[in-house]
């Protein structure tokens, strides 16, 4: 047996932002049951604070919250990390989800939510997060950007770009599939790894986000197009 055979990996540590006594617990249970460390909040200013003092590796959002809102919560963590978070709202069709994706989140779920999709949620974002920081030595160059896979970075004409690890695996996958047309459907399945039933917000909302970061005119892209009826394309406009 080698000396390090004995070593475990420290559990991940899941922020658990809600305000209902009820449904924190049964998040804490269900987390806890897989094998990963809690903390808990029960409104945006205590979320902010345990952020700020402790090692999370993802965030479960609800919206609704005393002090201030998920939206605030989401805004302040995003100032200081690119940490996986799903956001928790009540209303699946409301402005609430393209809202809080808009500001960061990496993806949502609606209440009442069903715990074991909820919990397939949380284990793709937790092994994205570990893929992404596992050894690839890529460098990809797409125009004036330069993607260090390995490295989790890009940078646009040198300058270093701030992505969250949802908007830079989108990034990739796109380069490592540079001209090519992705459909809404291949990237869900790709970049969040499971079924969202046609649902193509995700997507919209962060090549937006992502768009904006990467190009020096989103309004006439030059670089991430939009392929209508088909998807999205990126490569250099000539």
Partial sequence: MTPDANVQRMADTVLVVEDDHSVRALLRMLLEDEGLDVLAAASGPEAVELFGNAH???VLLDIRL???????????IRRLSNVPIIMVTAQQDSHDVVAGLE????????????????MARVRTQLRRLQLSSAADSDIIRVGDLEIRAGEGTVT??????????????????????????LSREQLLEHVWGYAYHGDGRLVDTHIARLRAKIESSPAQPALLHTVRGLGYRLSVTP
């Fill in 56 to 58: 999370v590796d993802l």
């Fill in 103 to 118: 500001l960061g989140a990496d993806d949502y779920v609606t209440k009442p939510f069903n715990d074991r999709e909820l």
């Fill in 156 to 181: 646009k004409a040198g300058e270093r770009l701030s992505l969250t690890k949802t908007e830079f695996q989108l990034l990739v996958h796109l380069a490592r599939n540079l001209n090519l047309v």
């Fill in 66 to 76: 005393p002090g201030f809102d998920g939206f605030e919560v989401c805004r302040r």
